[in-house]
Every structure is written in C-alpha cells, then in structure tokens.
C-alpha cells in the first residue's frame, strides 16, 4: 500500500477567534485552581476579561505554570523541611557522641583549669 | 493465548472534540453510517424535510458552534417531546441549530456529512483497523462531563461544564494505576501549556506529575518508553508557542479539521515507526460528544448511575439519572493484530475506558461506578478472565500491511 498523503491544512491561525463555551469554562477551571494557589503564584490576569483564543491562552499558558511551579516550590520546601527535622536530630547525636568520647578528659581539664585560675 | 495480547505493553487514547459519528464516517458504506441518504431527515423550522448531504467543510460551516448543552441534545434527540414516554428519534438537530441564528438555510448545515476522500486519515484507519459504530458519548451533554467518564467512569452527576468533585471512593484511572501494586505507569498528555488540559479542577490541580506535553509523548512513541496508559488532549486554541504559531487541532467547530487529521497521523505515525512500540501498543481514536451534529442512530438506555443530576429530565421533571447515552460519536481502535474492515457493534461509551484500562492491567479496584461497572471493554485481559470471542487484537501474526501517511513539512 503506497503512503497516504495527509493534505497540508489551509486554514490560517487566528487567535483572535473568540474562545467558544468549551474554552470559556476552561477558563473557569483554571481560574478555580488559580484560586486555590497561593498569592504570589497568581497570574495577575483578570479571568472575565479573556474574550479570544489568544487570550484563553495566555491564561491557561500562565496557570498551568504556576501550577506546576507551585508543586515543585511545595516539593523541594517538604524536602528541605524535613532535612531540616532530620538536621537537629543528627547534630544531637554527633554532640552525644561527643560528649561520651570527650568527657572524662575535657571535665577533668575544665576543672584543673579552673583550680589553678582560681 | 493470542500473541496481539501477550504483547500489549501500552493503551493510547486520543480524545478528539465535537464530531458525530454520520458526520465524520457516514460516508463509509456497509458500517451503519448514511448508505442511502434518502432514508434520513429532520424538519426545518418551516417543516421541509431536511436530508443529509456530503457538503461539509473543513472550516467556517459550523458557527456559531452548534450547541450541545444538555437542553439542546435533548431537543436533538426527542424533537422537541417533553412528555412522559416520550420516543427518541433524532429529529431536532435542525431546529436545535436554527435557535441560534435564526436562519433556516444555515440550520440546514448542520445535516451535512464529509466525503470519505476528505478524511484521508480517519476513514483510512476505520477501513484498516477496528471502527466501532455504537460508541456513544457518555451524555447527552457537553465535553467536561463527558470527558470526566473517560477518566473516572462517571461525572460525579453533572452534565454541564462546571467543575466538579471527585467523590469517594471513586478514583481516576490514573491514580487507580500509579498507586496500584505493583506500582503501573499512566500520563495524561496535553498539547502545551497554553492549550493546557481540559482536566483542571481535580487532576492538573492536585495530580500535576500524571500530566506531560505533547512533545514528550511523541518522544516516548519514538524511543519505545510509552507509559503503560496514555491519554492525549489535541491542541484546544490558536496560539503563539515557543516552538512557532499553533493551530487548533481538537477539530471542534470552527477549528479546521485538517488540522486534526494531522494530529491523528502524527500520533499514528510516531507509534508506527518504532517497530517495538508499534507491536506492543493499541491507539484508540474516539471523539467526547457529537458537537449537536447531525447522526441518525437512538442513543439506547443504560444502567443508572450512582449519582443524579441537579438539571431535570425534560420526560420526568425528575434529576437526570444518567440512565441514556449521549449520541453516537466516531471510534476507532488500533493495532497490527487487528484484522483489517473490522466493524464492531456492541454499545460502548467513555465509561469502557477506564474499564478496559483496569481490566487489563488486571487493577484490584472494587469502587468503580454502576456506568464503568456495566461498560463494555474493548480489550480483554490474557489470562482467561476476558471473553475471547470479544478480543479484537485476535490475529495469530502481526500484520505487515498496514497503511504508512506521509505528513506535509
């Protein structure tokens, strides 16, 4: 069977067609998951004045961003919040483990100091 | 065992937007499309006798969008009858299209169907692979409800375009997949992110590491790293990206179904040409709703979901109980083990996505919905469990015959 030809779409781009129902209540999705975003993610944009393709564009290239951008922002904070957990945790133990290899030595010193200060 | 099935590595949906089944493959004879014209019709406003005809355009014929809200699929589907006992008969999609402009020859539209040589890609697939002509949409409504079926098995009672919640213990297919153990693989692929997802209130929202681009799934055709599930959105709008200027390809009036057809090609083409993701896929091509254009065949009843509607069924006064179909919409399924003219007449509609996505990859999940529960699959599981004689991936040696489209630069 010889290749099918797919013919070469003629129509031209248009983004100022104005957005259909369909793209209207996308917006009205992402302006809820907008909404739900804390503040400094948000796109600045007001939703109602979106009236063409383009502009549903825009808005939904801005949101969807901000929506993975606000994941990945939770993803590392949880990482580092819980490095952090993890952080003093460690420090207590490497300072226990410290304190019982130094301690005789360091109290006796401290105090033999002490006597001949004093 | 049947190899096509011992093979399948990967499911691919493709979710194109607003064509009825007559509309896009009608003109395909002998599949329960329009073989004789003559046989059908719907009143105009002046009560002519309106007859399907094989004038449709690309673009430019169909705006203002057709509506498809459930008010005005119910006048489609019941020609203006509220009563109690009522009969479906397909006889309002004139008058439906004429309320919105008011213009009886350009209502008329809305009956018109394409020639098969206008659809290279499309009719090209149904005649070579598997085409199902009683796949319905979910709804009798419009593409968020009805694309929530695809995802969920059901629209949580809606059936109109708002957002919805996800009610327990029901849960997408994607996640059913990814926290399934052993753990399986499942995207959602929009086009960009300036056409970004029609699945924003619940799963780009809260999920957004099941979402990748366009680009990536092209990729993973090519480099055989397709994730074991895969559903593709097309390109919503016309926008400027970084990669150029983008055309809409969802082929939703009025955007340009050329564009569309290209956009089945490519993914055709790209699992194609990696002959390891080509044995190990099957890619259905299926459309959300008829758009409110014209098709002939009575969506039957079906089992009534769990939940009710808050719009009322104009026959009962009462909720709608999600217990009828929406109108026929075109499906086609895809695979080397599928034998070629394959036409498939069992009742199907989204639901039977996330069904078959579960079944095969065999997904303990007892929470599905009554809809999802009752839905027809269109790939069975290998292991004795399926119905054989339903397997449309039954060839015993892959085909090397299949069709190859040459895309324009």
């Known amino acids: ?118 | 065992m049947l190899p096509g099935l011992d093979n399948l590595r990967h499911i691919v949906v493709l979710m194109m937007e607003n064509r009825s089944f007559d509309h896009m493959l009608g003109s395909l004879p002998g599949i329960g499309g329009i073989d004789d014209a003559g046989a059908f019709s719907n009143p105009d406003t002046n009560d002519n006798p309106v007859q399907p005809q094989a004038l449709a355009e690309f673009q430019g014929q169909l705006n203002p969008d057709p509506d498809h809200h459930f008010p005005a699929v119910d006048l489609q589907i019941f020609g203006n009858a509220t009563n109690r006992g009522r009969q479906a008969n397909m006889q309002g999609f004139v008058k439906s299209y004429f309320n919105q402009r008011q213009d009886v020859a350009h209502s008329q539209k809305i009956m018109y169907y394409f020639q098969r040589k206008d659809l290279p890609v499309l009719t090209t697939l149904a005649l070579q692979f598997a085409v199902f002509n009683r796949w319905f949409a979910s709804i009798p409504g419009p593409t968020i409800c009805n694309r929530a079926f695809a995802h969920y098995g059901t629209s949580f009672g809606r059936v109109d375009m708002n957002p919805f919640d996800v009610i327990e213990p029901i849960k997408s297919i994607y996640t059913r997949m990814v926290t399934a153990n052993p753990a399986r693989t499942a995207k959602v692929y929009y086009y960009d992110t300036a056409s970004s997802s029609m699945e924003v209130p619940n799963l780009l929202q809260n999920q957004p590491q099941v979402f990748g681009q366009y680009r990536d799934f092209l990729s993973a055709c090519d480099n055989n790293s397709l994730p074991q599930y895969s559903f593709v959105e097309p390109n919503y709008t016309d926008h400027d990206s970084d990669s150029g200027e983008e055309v809409a390809n969802d082929q939703h009036p009025d955007h340009d179904v050329q564009a569309g057809e290209l956009l089945i090609a490519e993914v055709y083409s790209h699992i194609k040409n990696n002959p390891k993701t080509w044995a190990t896929t099957a890619l259905l091509v299926v459309y959300d709703e008829h758009g409110g254009i014209f098709d002939h065949v009575i969506p039957p009843p079906c089992v009534k979901d769990r939940f009710q509607s808050s719009q009322l069924d104009p026959s009962t006064g009462q909720g709608f109980f999600f217990d009828r179909l929406g109108v026929r919409v075109p499906a086609v399924l895809v695979s080397p083990w599928i034998p070629k003219e394959k036409v498939v007449d069992r009742v199907f509609d989204h639901a039977s996505i996330p069904a078959t996505v579960t079944k095969f990859f065999q997904l303990n999940y007892p929470d599905a919905g009554p809809r999802e529960k009752a839905a027809d699959v269109f790939i069975e599981p290998n292991d004795g469990s399926g119905n054989m004689a339903n397997n449309l991936l039954s060839l015993d040696v892959m085909r090397t015959d299949c069709p190859d489209f040459t895309l324009p630069s």
Not at chain 1, 9 to 36: F, G, I
Not at chain 1, 54 to 65: C, I, K, L, M, N
Not at chain 1, 90 to 106: C, I, L, S, V, Y
């Open chain 1, 1 to 118: 069977m010889d290749p099918i030809p797919v013919p070469k779409p003629k129509s031209v781009r248009n983004p100022n067609r104005p957005a259909s129902s369909l793209l209207l209540a996308q917006v009205h999705h992402l302006r809820e998951a907008e909404k739900n975003l804390p503040t400094r993610y948000h796109s600045g944009i007001f939703h109602k004045s979106l009236i063409t393709e383009g502009d549903v564009a825009r808005y939904a290239q801005s949101v969807t961003e901000a929506i993975h951008k606000a994941h990945n922002d939770a993803a590392k904070d949880r990482a580092k919040a819980a490095a952090k957990r993890k952080a003093p945790r460690r420090r207590a133990q490497a300072d226990r483990t410290t304190q019982r290899k130094r301690q005789p030595g360091e109290k006796k010193k401290a105090r033999t100091k002490a006597g001949r200060k004093g």
